[in-house]
């Protein structure tokens, strides 16, 4: 029998093959969070559900959203196109329609 080592997110259970993917999904929700908590605080009206998701869409694209504020704000407009789930555009519609 074979061991093979797991690491497990303790945000939602997802599990790794490795510590660092594991650490670095571990810090995408975690500036999700943070992303949502800001929205919630500052967007008036707007709901838990639709910050939780335009939070995680900040986060998954935090180096695109970087670049964008140092002058490249084209950036933001290749977000999504290339590797799109479904959750991803509605929320991206959301951000529009914000």
């Not at 838990?48 to 995680?56: R, S």
Request: hydrophobic share 40%; glycine share 4%; aromatic share 6%.
């Amino acid at each position: 029998m074979t061991v093979v080592a797991m690491w497990k997110c303790d945000r939602d259970d997802s599990m790794f093959d490795n510590k660092k993917e594991a650490d670095a999904y571990d810090k995408m929700l975690m500036l999700a969070e943070h992303f949502a908590a800001f929205l919630e605080k500052h967007a008036e009206g707007i709901s838990e559900q639709d910050a939780e998701n335009i939070g995680l869409l900040l986060s998954k694209n935090k180096d695109q959203l970087v670049a964008a504020c140092k002058g490249k704000p084209e950036l933001l407009i290749a977000i999504g196109s290339d590797t799109e789930t479904e959750e991803e555009p509605k929320v991206a519609s959301l951000v529009t329609n914000a």
